[in-house]
C-alpha cells in the first residue's frame, strides 16, 4: 500500500508540477535568504533538543539509568534515521535497541522507551491540532474543504483523548493488564512533562517550514500548524520513508493559495534543513558509535596499518619526491596561466620570473637525483630534500604563481617532516648506486618534459631568436630555456657518474686494520667477529672506520661471514654499501651465519633467510659439576684428573713461547683426521691468527697433548674455535678441556660459553615446512658420511646448552643455490676439497 501510494503520489505531483522545470524550482530555493536559512536552522537545533527529552523521560520511566549526553546521542541518531527511513517506532527502535543494548539496559526497557517516545509524540500532535481546529474552525474547515462544525468536532475528539489519559494517569496508579501484557502507568508530572516537550517539539518543528514559506502562504501560524500536523500525520500513516512525496503532495493540496513553485522551494528547503542533514550528520555518529564499540578490532588494525607505514613510508616518500620533481618538469614545459602572468607583472619583476622558471627546473633536476637517496633512507638526502622542496614551493609561486603545484608540494615537505626518524643512515650520498630501474625512471621524465615543450607548442614555428625573447607573456622561451637546462644537468651528472674514477679494488688488509677490527671486537659481543683476525678475507670499514664487514669471494658471491662488526646502527648503513658495492660488481650479496637479533636489516636489504642450524650457548652462570644431570661430565673430567691431564690457561700475551708444541699437536691432529684446514668461518692454525687469543692447553707428563683457543665476545662471551689433540692426549680429553675452559670462563665473569654451530639443526619436520628444511632433512639423514650431523649435536646436548639459530641471508631463487655452492667452496678451500673431510 506504501508502494502503491508513492507512485500515485508521484504521479499527481508530476501532473501538478509539469508545467514547471527542475531549474524553475531550484531558482525558487536560491531565493530565500539567509535570514530565513538561519531561523530554520535554529528552529531544527531547538526540536531535535527536544526529541532528546523524549528519551530522557522514557529512560527515567524505563527505571534506567543512563547519562544525558549519552541519551542525547542515542535519542537524535533514533529520531533523525528515523524521520528519513520511516516506520520510526522500528527504525529507531533499533537504532535505540542497538545502542541501549551496549549499555546493559533489558529489551524490556528499550520496548517501554520506543512505546514511551512514540506515546509522547501523539500526545504533542493531538493536542496542537486539536487546540488549531478548534480555534480555527472557519480557516481550518476551508482550507481541509470540510464543513467547520466538523472541524470542531475532530479538535474536540482529540483534545478529550489527551484529557482521558491525563485522567487516567491522575486516578490509576496501579497498572494496566491485559492478559499477560502489563501495562505501567506514568506519574502525573511525568504525562504533563510529555504533552509539554511534545508541543514544544512540534511547534519547532512547524516554525522550520513555516519560516520558510512565501510571503504569498497568508496564513496565521496555528492555522498552519494544523494543515502541517495533517500532513505529518498523512506522511506517517503512508509508511513511505519520511513521508517524502506525500508531505508534500498533502501540503499542495491544502494550500491551493500559495504557487506551487514557491512551495515546492520552501519544501525543498525544509527537507534539507530538517531531515537530511541531521540524517547525514545521525549516519556519522552512529559510524562512529559503532567503531568505538568495536574499537579492538579497529586498534589491532591501526596498529597493523601503522606498521606497514612505517616499513614503507621511506620508499612511499621517496616515490613522492620523485613525482613532485616530475610536476616541477612538467610545470617548466608548459605555458603559464595568462591571467595570473598578468597578475605577477605587478608585483615580481621580469628578471626574477624569468630566474624563477629556470631554477624551478633545476629543483626538479635535484628531486629526482637525490628521490634515490630518500630510498635508501640518508640522513643527509633528507636535509636536501627539504631545502629542495621549500625552495622549489617559493619558485613555483615567483614563475606563475602555481599555487596547486606548490600545495603538492607543501603536502611532501609535510609528509618528510613527519618521518624525519626513518632517516637516519650516515652512509656517502655521492657514492650511492643508482638502479637500471631508477636510471631509466630518470632520463624518461627529462624525455618527456622536452616532449611536452615540442606539444604544448606545436603551432608556434621555431625561430632561434625564440632563445632570447624575455616577456611576461613570452612561455615558448621559457620553457626552451629550462627544459635544455634540465636536460643539460641531467646529462652532466650522468657524465660525471660515468666518468669518475672507480673505486679501488680490495686487497689483504693491513696491520692497522687488523689492529682497529680488534678495537671494534672487544666492544662487541658476536665471537664470530674473531674470524677477521685471520687476515684472509676482505675488510670493508665505514668512513670513520667504527663498523666493519669481513667477507670473501668465491663464484658469483661476495660472501659476508656473520653480522657487521660494530654498532648495530653503524652496521646498518655499512650493510647497505656493501649491497651497492655487490650491485655494480654484479655479485650477489651473501649474509652467513647471521644471528636473530639482526635479522631485520637482512629482510630491509631484501634478501631471503634460511636456517643453517642452531649454535650451542652454556650459561656459565648456572654451570657446575654438581647434580645427577652433571653425572658424566664430572666422571669423564675426574677420569682425566686421575690419568695424569693437567689443565692451563696461557694468556694471549704468553702464547707466542707456546707455539712450536701447539703447531706440533695441530699438524699431528691432521694426521691422524686425514683432514685439510677448513677455511672461512672456522679458524685455521696460524702462528700469527693464535697469539691473538687465550689458548687452554692440557698437558699429560709435561707436555702439551691437546689445546684450544677461545674467542672473547667483548665481557659476555667464550667461544671454543680450534680445538686438537694428539695421540698421547687421555680418554675424554676433549670433555676435560671443555669443562676446564667453562670454569675458568665463570670465574673470570663472562656469561655464555659457545660450543660452536651444529649444522642443519632445529630445522622443522612439518610437512608443510619450506623447501629447504626438507632438503637440509635429507642431507642431515644420509650424509653421516661426510659429516657427523647427529653425533656432533648429541656431543654438545651433554652440556646442557641454550640453542640459538644461525642463518644464511642472500637473493631469492637460483642465487640462493648459488650461494649455499659458494660458500659451501669457501669454507672447504675450494670445490675439490667439498667432499673431503
Same mark, same amino acid.
Given at each position: 500500500?506504501?508502494?502503491?501510494?508513492?507512485?500515485?503520489?508521484?504521479?499527481?505531483?508530476?501532473?501538478?508540477?509539469?508545467?514547471?522545470?527542475?531549474?524553475?524550482?531550484?531558482?525558487?530555493?536560491?531565493? %530565500?535568504?539567509?535570514?530565513?536559512?538561519?531561523?530554520?536552522?535554529?528552529? =531544527?537545533?531547538?526540536?531535535?533538543?527536544?526529541?532528546?527529552?523524549?528519551?530522557?523521560?522514557?529512560?527515567?520511566?524505563?527505571?534506567?539509568?543512563?547519562?544525558?549526553?549519552?541519551?542525547?546521542?542515542?535519542?537524535?541518531?533514533?529520531?533523525?534515521?528515523? &524521520?528519513?527511513?520511516?516506520?520510526?517506532?522500528?527504525?529507531?527502535?533499533?537504532?535505540?535497541?542497538?545502542?541501549?543494548?551496549?549499555?546493559?539496559?533489558?529489551?524490556?526497557?528499550?520496548?517501554?522507551?520506543?512505546?514511551?517516545?512514540?506515546?509522547?509524540?501523539?500526545?504533542?500532535?493531538?493536542?496542537?491540532?486539536?487546540?488549531?481546529?478548534?480555534?480555527?474552525?472557519?480557516?481550518?474547515?476551508?482550507?481541509?474543504?470540510?464543513?467547520?462544525?466538523?472541524?470542531?468536532?475532530?479538535?474536540?475528539?482529540?483534545?478529550?483523548?489527551?484529557?482521558?489519559?491525563?485522567?487516567?494517569?491522575?486516578?490509576?496508579?496501579?497498572?494496566?493488564?491485559?492478559?499477560?501484557?502489563?501495562?505501567?502507568?506514568?506519574?502525573?508530572?511525568?504525562? !504533563?512533562?510529555?504533552?509539554?516537550?511534545?508541543?514544544?517539539?512540534?511547534?519547532?518543528?512547524?516554525?522550520?517550514?513555516?519560516?520558510?514559506?512565501?510571503?504569498?502562504?497568508?496564513?496565521?501560524? !496555528?492555522?498552519?500548524?494544523?494543515?502541517?500536523?495533517?500532513?505529518?500525520?498523512?506522511?506517517? %500513516?503512508?509508511?513511505?520513508?519520511?513521508?517524502?512525496?506525500?508531505?508534500?503532495?498533502?501540503?499542495?493540496?491544502?494550500?491551493?493559495?500559495?504557487?506551487?513553485?514557491?512551495?515546492?522551494?520552501?519544501?525543498?528547503?525544509?527537507?534539507?534543513?530538517?531531515?537530511?542533514?541531521?540524517?547525514?550528520?545521525?549516519?556519522?555518529?552512529?559510524?562512529?558509535?559503532?567503531?568505538?564499540?568495536?574499537?579492538?578490532?579497529?586498534?589491532?588494525?591501526?596498529?597493523?596499518?601503522?606498521?606497514?607505514? =612505517?616499513?614503507?613510508?621511506?620508499?612511499?616518500?621517496?616515490?613522492?619526491?620523485?613525482?613532485?620533481?616530475?610536476?616541477?618538469?612538467?610545470?617548466?614545459?608548459?605555458?603559464? /596561466?595568462?591571467?595570473?602572468?598578468?597578475?605577477?607583472?605587478?608585483?615580481?619583476?621580469?628578471?626574477?620570473?624569468?630566474? $624563477?622558471?629556470?631554477?624551478? $627546473?633545476?629543483?626538479?633536476?635535484?628531486?629526482?637525483? %637525490?628521490?634515490?637517496?630518500?630510498?635508501?633512507?640518508? &640522513?643527509?638526502?633528507?636535509? *636536501?630534500?627539504?631545502?629542495?622542496?621549500?625552495?622549489? *614551493?617559493?619558485?613555483?609561486?615567483?614563475?606563475?604563481?602555481?599555487?596547486?603545484?606548490? =600545495?603538492?608540494?607543501?603536502?611532501?615537505?609535510?609528509?618528510?617532516?613527519?618521518?624525519?626518524?626513518?632517516?637516519?643512515?650516515?652512509?656517502?650520498?655521492?657514492?650511492?648506486?643508482?638502479?637500471? #630501474?631508477?636510471?631509466?625512471?630518470?632520463?624518461?621524465?627529462?624525455?618527456?618534459?622536452?616532449?611536452?615543450?615540442?606539444?604544448?607548442?606545436?603551432?608556434?614555428?621555431?625561430?632561434?631568436?625564440?632563445?632570447?625573447?624575455?616577456?611576461?607573456?613570452?612561455?615558448?622561451?621559457? $620553457?626552451?630555456?629550462?627544459?635544455?637546462?634540465?636536460?643539460?644537468?641531467?646529462? +652532466?651528472?650522468? /657524465?660525471?657518474?660515468?666518468?669518475?674514477?672507480?673505486?679501488?679494488?680490495?686487497?689483504?688488509?693491513?696491520?692497522?686494520?687488523?689492529?682497529?677490527?680488534?678495537?671494534?671486537?672487544?666492544?662487541?659481543?658476536?665471537?664470530?667477529?674473531?674470524?677477521?683476525?685471520?687476515?684472509?678475507?676482505?675488510?670493508?670499514?665505514?668512513?670513520?672506520?667504527? #663498523?666493519?664487514?669481513?667477507?670473501?669471494?668465491?663464484?658469483?658471491?661476495?660472501?659476508?661471514?656473520?653480522?657487521?662488526?660494530?654498532?648495530?646502527? /653503524?652496521?646498518?648503513?655499512?650493510?647497505?654499501?656493501?649491497?651497492?658495492?655487490?650491485?655494480?660488481?654484479?655479485?650477489?650479496?651473501?649474509?652467513?651465519?647471521?644471528?636473530?637479533?639482526?635479522?631485520?636489516?637482512?629482510?630491509?636489504?631484501?634478501? =631471503?633467510?634460511?636456517?643453517?642450524?642452531?649454535? #650451542?650457548?652454556?650459561?656459565?652462570?648456572?654451570? $657446575?659439576?654438581?647434580?645427577?644431570?652433571?653425572?658424566?661430565?664430572?666422571? #669423564?673430567?675426574?677420569?682425566?684428573?686421575?690419568?695424569?691431564?693437567?689443565?692451563?690457561?696461557?694468556?694471549?700475551?704468553?702464547?707466542?713461547?707456546?707455539?712450536?708444541?701447539?703447531?706440533?699437536?695441530?699438524?699431528?691432529?691432521?694426521?691422524?683426521?686425514?683432514?685439510?684446514?677448513?677455511?672461512?668461518?672456522?679458524?685455521?692454525?696460524?702462528?700469527?691468527?693464535?697469539? &691473538?687469543?687465550?689458548?687452554?692447553?692440557?698437558? &699429560?707428563?709435561?707436555?702439551?697433548?691437546?689445546?684450544?683457543?677461545?674467542?672473547?665476545?667483548?665481557?659476555?662471551?667464550?667461544?671454543?674455535?680450534?680445538?686438537?689433540?694428539?695421540?698421547?692426549?687421555?680418554?675424554?680429553?676433549?670433555?676435560?678441556?671443555?669443562?676446564?675452559?667453562?670454569?675458568?670462563?665463570?670465574?673470570?665473569? !663472562?656469561?655464555?660459553?659457545?660450543?660452536?654451530?651444529?649444522?642443519?639443526?632445529?630445522?622443522?619436520?612439518?610437512?608443510?615446512?619450506?623447501?629447504?628444511?626438507?632438503?637440509?632433512? %635429507?642431507?642431515?639423514?644420509?650424509?653421516?658420511?661426510?659429516?657427523?650431523?647427529?653425533?656432533?649435536?648429541?656431543?654438545?646436548?651433554?652440556?646442557?646448552?641454550?640453542?640459538?639459530?644461525?642463518?644464511? +641471508?642472500?637473493?631469492?631463487?637460483?642465487?640462493?643455490?648459488?650461494?649455499?655452492?659458494?660458500?659451501?667452496?669457501?669454507?672447504?678451500?675450494?670445490?675439490?676439497?667439498?667432499?673431503?673431510?
Amino acid at each position: 500500500m506504501g508502494v502503491a501510494l508513492l507512485v500515485l503520489v508521484a504521479f499527481w505531483l508530476h501532473h501538478l508540477l509539469g508545467k514547471y522545470h527542475w531549474r524553475d524550482i531550484l531558482e525558487r530555493v536560491q531565493a %530565500i535568504s539567509n535570514t530565513k536559512l538561519l531561523r530554520a536552522a535554529f528552529f =531544527t537545533c531547538a526540536g531535535y533538543g527536544c526529541l532528546t527529552l523524549y528519551d530522557a523521560l522514557a529512560v527515567r520511566f524505563a527505571g534506567a539509568r543512563v547519562p544525558y549526553p549519552r541519551v542525547a546521542l542515542i535519542s537524535f541518531m533514533g529520531y533523525a534515521i528515523g &524521520h528519513n527511513v520511516g516506520f520510526n517506532s522500528i527504525s529507531g527502535g533499533a537504532v535505540r535497541y542497538r545502542a541501549y543494548t551496549a549499555l546493559g539496559l533489558s529489551a524490556k526497557q528499550i520496548a517501554t522507551i520506543i512505546a514511551f517516545g512514540t506515546l509522547t509524540f501523539f500526545l504533542g500532535a493531538s493536542v496542537l491540532l486539536g487546540v488549531s481546529l478548534l480555534s480555527n474552525a472557519g480557516m481550518s474547515g476551508s482550507v481541509l474543504h470540510v464543513n467547520a462544525w466538523l472541524a470542531r468536532v475532530a479538535g474536540g475528539f482529540l483534545l478529550v483523548a489527551v484529557g482521558a489519559y491525563l485522567w487516567l494517569v491522575c486516578t490509576r496508579h496501579a497498572p494496566l493488564k491485559f492478559r499477560k501484557i502489563v501495562i505501567p502507568v506514568p506519574k502525573p508530572r511525568v504525562a !504533563f512533562a510529555q504533552i509539554g516537550i511534545s508541543c514544544v517539539d512540534m511547534l519547532c518543528a512547524t516554525s522550520v517550514l513555516y519560516v520558510l514559506l512565501p510571503r504569498e502562504a497568508a496564513l496565521g501560524f !496555528f492555522a498552519f500548524a494544523g494543515v502541517y500536523l495533517l500532513a505529518l500525520a498523512a506522511g506517517a %500513516i503512508s509508511n513511505v520513508p519520511g513521508g517524502i512525496g506525500v508531505f508534500e503532495f498533502v501540503l499542495l493540496l491544502l494550500m491551493p493559495s500559495v504557487p506551487e513553485d514557491r512551495l515546492l522551494g520552501a519544501l525543498i528547503a525544509y527537507r534539507a534543513i530538517y531531515y537530511f542533514t541531521p540524517f547525514f550528520i545521525a549516519l556519522v555518529l552512529l559510524g562512529a558509535h559503532e567503531v568505538w564499540i568495536h574499537r579492538a578490532p579497529v586498534v589491532r588494525l591501526g596498529r597493523v596499518a601503522r606498521a606497514f607505514l =612505517t616499513a614503507v613510508t621511506p620508499q612511499a616518500i621517496a616515490i613522492a619526491v620523485f613525482l613532485a620533481g616530475a610536476v616541477l618538469l612538467f610545470s617548466g614545459a608548459t605555458p603559464g /596561466l595568462g591571467d595570473r602572468l598578468a597578475l605577477l607583472r605587478n608585483f615580481v619583476p621580469l628578471s626574477v620570473l624569468e630566474l $624563477s622558471h629556470l631554477l624551478g $627546473s633545476v629543483v626538479g633536476v635535484g628531486l629526482l637525483i %637525490i628521490a634515490h637517496g630518500l630510498y635508501r633512507r640518508l &640522513h643527509t638526502a633528507w636535509w *636536501i630534500t627539504i631545502w629542495l622542496l621549500c625552495a622549489g *614551493i617559493l619558485l613555483s609561486l615567483l614563475k606563475g604563481f602555481d599555487y596547486e603545484e606548490a =600545495t603538492i608540494l607543501a603536502m611532501v615537505v609535510i609528509m618528510l617532516a613527519s618521518a624525519r626518524s626513518r632517516f637516519r643512515r650516515r652512509a656517502s650520498l655521492i657514492e650511492q648506486h643508482f638502479s637500471t #630501474a631508477w636510471v631509466a625512471a630518470f632520463f624518461l621524465v627529462l624525455a618527456m618534459a622536452a616532449w611536452l615543450v615540442l606539444f604544448a607548442y606545436r603551432h608556434l614555428p621555431y625561430d632561434n631568436e625564440l632563445w632570447w625573447q624575455f616577456a611576461f607573456q613570452a612561455s615558448a622561451p621559457r $620553457s626552451l630555456r629550462a627544459s635544455l637546462l634540465a636536460v643539460m644537468i641531467g646529462a +652532466a651528472y650522468g /657524465l660525471w657518474r660515468v666518468l669518475r674514477p672507480a673505486p679501488p679494488r680490495f686487497s689483504a688488509p693491513k696491520r692497522a686494520d687488523l689492529e682497529r677490527v680488534a678495537e671494534l671486537i672487544d666492544k662487541g659481543e658476536d665471537t664470530t667477529a674473531n674470524l677477521a683476525l685471520l687476515g684472509d678475507k676482505n675488510l670493508l670499514f665505514n668512513k670513520d672506520r667504527t #663498523a666493519c664487514i669481513m667477507f670473501q669471494t668465491s663464484g658469483n658471491s661476495w660472501v659476508a661471514m656473520g653480522d657487521p662488526i660494530g654498532p648495530p646502527e /653503524l652496521g646498518e648503513d655499512l650493510a647497505w654499501e656493501f649491497l651497492e658495492d655487490c650491485d655494480g660488481m654484479a655479485v650477489s650479496p651473501v649474509f652467513y651465519q647471521v644471528t636473530p637479533e639482526r635479522l631485520p636489516l637482512y629482510v630491509d636489504l631484501g634478501l =631471503t633467510l634460511s636456517k643453517l642450524g642452531e649454535e #650451542a650457548r652454556v650459561p656459565l652462570e648456572s654451570f $657446575s659439576l654438581e647434580g645427577a644431570a652433571r653425572a658424566d661430565l664430572r666422571q #669423564a673430567h675426574r677420569r682425566a684428573g686421575r690419568d695424569g691431564a693437567t689443565f692451563e690457561m696461557i694468556g694471549r700475551g704468553s702464547v707466542a713461547a707456546t707455539l712450536p708444541q701447539l703447531r706440533a699437536v695441530s699438524d699431528a691432529w691432521l694426521a691422524a683426521k686425514n683432514a685439510t684446514e677448513k677455511r672461512f668461518s672456522l679458524g685455521f692454525f696460524d702462528e700469527r691468527y693464535i697469539t &691473538h687469543f687465550d689458548v687452554g692447553v692440557v698437558r &699429560h707428563q709435561g707436555a702439551v697433548v691437546a689445546f684450544a683457543n677461545l674467542w672473547r665476545g667483548g665481557s659476555t662471551e667464550l667461544s671454543v674455535d680450534l680445538m686438537r689433540y694428539n695421540d698421547l692426549a687421555p680418554k675424554g680429553v676433549v670433555d676435560y678441556m671443555l669443562i676446564e675452559c667453562m670454569l675458568w670462563g665463570k670465574a673470570q665473569g !663472562f656469561h655464555w660459553f659457545n660450543l660452536g654451530m651444529a649444522p642443519l639443526s632445529g630445522l622443522e619436520e612439518h610437512a608443510l615446512a619450506p623447501t629447504w628444511h626438507k632438503l637440509g632433512r %635429507i642431507v642431515q639423514r644420509y650424509g653421516e658420511t661426510f659429516y657427523n650431523f647427529g653425533g656432533l649435536r648429541k656431543f654438545k646436548e651433554k652440556f646442557d646448552p641454550v640453542w640459538r639459530p644461525r642463518y644464511l +641471508a642472500a637473493p631469492d631463487g637460483l642465487a640462493m643455490a648459488g650461494a649455499l655452492l659458494d660458500v659451501t667452496a669457501l669454507i672447504s678451500g675450494g670445490v675439490r676439497n667439498v667432499l673431503r673431510k
